[in-house]
Every structure is written in structure tokens, then in C-alpha cells.
């Protein structure tokens, strides 16, 4: 309970650091940092807009994990240039978004399936895993490339060699991701990534039925 309450603070931590980093950013006419804060916000409150809007519980890691990211990647990667400062940064934050958007696809996937374990083969189940991981890290590049053609910054970096090293660590990302999604599914256990995704399964139970009715045998 009291680590619960730690991250639910961490969070409204977060959100309130942006809230008053653009508001003042606003007040000192510093457009650029205001903009950068504020979407870093907007982007935060996002994931559980639309969890309220389809209905959907989501644990409370993957809130801290997205909350994270885009503070990590947005605020601090452009506002305080860590991407400039840590050479890693970058790719630290690709390798893991990677690792998220593949077990995000996952789920969605299983959720189509309704949970049914053997309606699909695990490995047509990890390759699409796999496609979606690269699918969004592809549009991250180009999201990448238009905020610093619209508005002038630099989140791309040397552009080309940056893009592709990015897709390369998406890649790898991906890869782990199908993979503890091949494992969920042969094993009902692949280690902390999948007991992430039964705690997903097990909060939206009424999205994967026949995923419950299997484990009762």
C-alpha cells in the first residue's frame, strides 16, 4: 500500500512540475520551454484519458512508466538538453519504449482473441508483437522530425545516423517484447515483463475471457 501511494505521489508530482513549469515559462515569455512543458502534459495525461474513454483499467507501473517517458524523452531530453549531455539517453529511452509499445501490441492482439490462447500460434501472436513495436517507433521518428521541422528543435539530433541507430535499439526492444509475449503464452510466466501483462489481463478480466476460463482447467 505504501509503495502504491508512492508512485500515485511521484506522479502527481510530475504532473504538477509540468503544470507550473509551463505556466511559468508562459509568464516569462519563454515559448519554447512553455510549449515543451505543457505538451510533456499533455502527452502524460493521455494514456488514462483514453483508458476512461474505452473503459479500460490500467496497473498502475505502466501509468509510472509513461509518466516517465515522456518527462524523460520531452521535458528533460529537450528543456534540460539530456540527449546532449548523456550520450545514452536516447537510446535508453528507444529501448525501452520499444519494450512498452511491443507488450502494448500484445495485449491488443490477445484482446482480439479474446484471451484464447490457441486461437493463433504464439509465434504469428510474437511476430505481430514484433511489427508493432517497429510500427511505433517509426512513427516516433517521424513525430521526431516534425517537431523540429514545426517548431525548431532538435530532437533528431544528426538526423540520419541518429534515426537509424534509434530503429536499430527499437528493434532490439521489439525483439523482447515478442519474445515475453511467445513465452507468456506457452508458459503463462515470462519473469517481471510478464507478470506485467497478467496484471493487465487480470484488471480488464472482461476483455479476455476465454484467457480466464483456460487457466481454470
Not at 31 to 45: D, E, G, H, I, Q
Not at 51 to 71: C, D, I, K, N, Q
Not at 192 to 213: C, V
Amino acid at each position: 500500500m505504501q509503495l502504491i501511494k508512492k508512485r500515485n505521489s511521484l506522479i502527481l508530482a510530475i504532473w504538477a512540475l509540468l503544470l507550473l513549469a509551463g505556466l511559468a515559462a508562459l509568464g516569462l515569455a519563454r515559448w519554447s520551454l512553455a510549449f515543451v512543458s505543457l505538451s510533456t502534459l499533455a502527452l502524460s495525461l493521455l494514456p488514462p484519458l483514453l483508458a476512461f474513454r474505452w473503459s479500460l483499467t490500467l496497473p498502475l507501473p505502466f501509468l509510472v512508466a509513461t509518466t516517465l517517458f515522456f518527462f524523460a524523452s520531452i521535458f528533460l531530453g529537450e528543456a534540460f538538453d539530456f540527449y546532449e549531455r548523456l550520450w545514452w539517453w536516447d537510446l535508453a529511452l528507444h529501448g525501452f519504449s520499444a519494450i512498452g509499445f511491443g507488450l502494448t501490441g500484445f495485449l491488443f492482439v490477445f484482446m482480439l482473441f479474446e484471451g484464447d490462447r490457441f486461437a493463433a500460434p504464439p509465434s504469428a501472436v510474437a511476430f505481430i508483437t514484433f511489427c508493432v513495436a517497429m510500427m511505433m517507433g517509426a512513427v516516433w521518428e517521424i513525430f521526431e522530425f516534425l517537431m523540429d521541422q514545426t517548431f525548431g528543435l532538435n530532437m533528431q539530433k544528426s538526423g540520419l545516423y541518429d534515426t537509424m541507430g534509434d530503429l536499430m535499439i527499437n528493434a532490439v526492444g521489439g525483439l523482447i517484447a515478442s519474445i515475453t509475449g511467445y513465452l507468456y503464452l506457452i508458459r503463462n510466466s515470462a519473469g517481471l515483463l510478464g507478470r506485467s501483462l497478467s496484471e493487465f489481463i487480470h484488471l480488464n478480466r472482461r476483455l479476455y475471457q476465454k484467457s480466464k476460463n483456460r487457466l481454470k482447467k
